[in-house]
């Protein structure tokens, strides 16, 4: 019994912190990404220019989440390098989130 209230607090917990890294994942990508892709994930015209995709073409609906987590962390074309600017989670959830972007 002891085990099955430890594992529903734990599920419990997770499930109110989901809504919340979805959220910060939002804004984190409003203050960083979304003045070269756009808030739709479509690129703006300055962004494009400097050779940002948007995230529903092949190019990058055909890389796998580690691929653009790389991407990220490591920077690509003009995008500058997150590593060290961003923690691996928050990369992980700016991923999910332009997953998102259609």
Known sequence: ???FIS???VTL???MAL???A???EALYKSKCQVCHGADGKGTAAGQ???AK???SPEITKMSDDELVAATKKGKGKMPAYDGKLTDDQIKGLVKYIR???
């Open 1 to 3: 019994m002891k085990t």
């Open 7 to 9: 594992m529903l607090a």
């Open 13 to 15: 917990v997770l499930a």
């Open 19 to 21: 809504p919340a890294m």
């Open 23 to 25: 959220q910060d994942s």
């Open 49 to 51: 220019k400097m050779g």
């Open 54 to 56: 948007a995230f529903s």
């Open 100 to 102: 998102t972007l259609k």
